[in-house]
């Protein structure tokens, strides 16, 4: 896999994985460490219960096959101290990847206050739809807590993916 370079701060970049044509797309706060070495936003390949690993089981739960789902981060590099990095590049490549999708599942606290305003968290939105004037008018977006922290608060992790999955499947 490619790697590419932060223009503001100079940081590897971990590019959006999944297929292209995907019409689900889920977007966490920031690749973790194992993320960054591997390259691989919400890597699932490791024998630990990790965030990905989490993720795709319960994407699989709620009849969502995990391979046809794309992946991302709204900062598309390890996590920074507020200041040290600006979100400009990484909100515009994230913008174009909700461009291409139907419905987005948001994991995590950094992209709602994007999309809701700085006092936005993902425990307070956690599977609930997401309305926003800065969403493209025909995407379906809704709140997940970030996955990172299901492994404290793996039930909100698991029903927000169920109401997820229903709001994909139209029930």
């Not at 599942?105 to 950094?110: F, T």
Request: hydrophobic share 40%; proline share 6%.
């Amino acid at each position: 896999m490619s790697r590419y370079v932060c223009p503001a701060c100079g940081d590897q970049m971990i590019p959006a994985v999944g297929p292209i044509s995907a019409n689900i797309l889920v977007v966490g706060d920031f690749p973790d460490w194992l993320d960054v070495i591997t390259g691989v936003p919400f890597y699932d390949k490791d024998k630990n219960l990790r965030a990905g690993n989490i993720l795709r089981t319960e994407l699989s739960r709620v009849n969502i096959n995990p391979g046809r789902v794309r992946y991302t981060n709204m900062w598309l590099h390890a996590k920074k101290k507020k200041g040290e990095c600006e979100p400009g590049i990484h909100v515009t490549q994230l913008m174009k990847e909700l461009l291409k999708v139907d419905h987005a599942l948001i994991c995590g606290s950094d992209p709602l206050k994007l999309f809701l305003g700085e006092t936005a968290t993902a425990a307070a939105w956690s599977g609930l739809p997401i309305e926003s004037p800065d969403l493209p008018s025909s995407l379906k977006a809704m709140a997940c807590v970030k996955i990172a922290t299901g492994f404290d608060m793996l039930g909100e992790v698991r029903l927000a993916i169920q109401r997820f999955g229903e709001f994909v499947h139209g029930n």
